[in-house]
Nanobody
Framework: QVQLVESGGGLVQAGGSLRLSCAAS????????MGWFRQAPGKEREFVAA????????YYADSVKGRFTISRDNAKNTVSLQMNSLKPEDTAVYYC???????????????WGQGTQVTVSS
């Protein structure tokens, strides 16, 4: 069993920054892909970013490319999402997920955290 716990959400003004973290425990993560997804009120959950745990290859949704950066610390079993130049449309619950393939498809991720709320005011 894998446990994922997100932290770092909060309220920020448009143009500001937040850093989300996801702590993983329960298994070895050297082969896992870690991803971030988000779900805004009334909308479906959508892909944000993903990173290979060992290789460091990253992939971003077009809507966040150039503003968000995903990174990982293998020694601490954590993955982070640095969010800059935040916009009101970034408001959502952000979820951390672990899977085997670097993909935007939610069904390919086996483990999920409970989410952390990010609210961007205009």
């Amino acid at each position: 069993q894998v446990q994922l716990v997100e932290s770092g959400g909060g309220l920020v003004q448009a143009g500001g920054s937040l850093r989300l973290s996801c702590a993983a425990s329960g298994r070895t993560f050297s082969s896992y892909v870690m991803g971030w997804f988000r779900q805004a009120p009334g909308k479906e959950r959508e892909f944000v970013a993903a990173i290979r745990w060992s290789g460091g290859s990253t992939y971003y949704a077009d809507s966040v490319k150039g503003r968000f950066t995903i990174s990982r610390d293998n020694a601490k079993n954590t993955v982070s999402l640095q969010m800059n130049s935040l916009k009101p449309e970034d408001t959502a619950v952000y979820y951390c997920a672990a899977g085997w393939a670097i993909t935007t498809t939610q069904a390919r991720y086996d483990y999920w955290g409970q989410g952390t709320q990010v609210t961007v005011s205009s």
